[in-house]
């Protein structure tokens, strides 16, 4: 059964950081790209960070470049969000997501990242 668990959101002040991990199972993990999404209130969900199998390309939303990092320990069944330089416009609650798996890909369950004062 494949999952994949989110974790690491949480309440940040303006510029700070997190680092969203999400530990995937059931599948073959080191043969899949990952994104991260989010979804804001009241918006659509939008694709934020992109990474291919062997972790060689990434890909980002313009709205986070050079603010977040995707990357992935295949070694250990994971990939991350690294967060810095937070603003309240990045407020929203962040999923894992894996589109090839399976026939309409896997979403995690997702984790809240909250920036404000």
């Known amino acids: 059964q494949v999952q994949l668990v989110e974790s690491g959101g949480g309440l940040v002040q303006p510029g700070g950081s997190l680092r969203l991990s999400c530990a995937a199972s059931g599948f073959t993990f080191s043969s899949y790209r990952m994104n991260w999404y989010r979804q804001a209130p009241g918006k659509e969900r939008e694709l934020v960070a992109d990474i291919t199998a062997n972790g060689g390309i990434t890909k980002y939303a313009d709205s986070v470049k050079g603010r977040f990092t995707i990357s992935r320990d295949n070694a250990k069944n994971t990939v991350y969000l690294q967060m810095n330089s937070l603003k309240p416009e990045d407020t929203a609650v962040y999923y894992c997501?894996?589109?090839?798996?399976?026939?309409?890909?896997?979403w995690g369950q997702g984790t809240q990242v909250t920036v404000s004062s």
């Open positions: 997501y894996a589109p090839y798996v399976g026939t309409n890909g896997y």
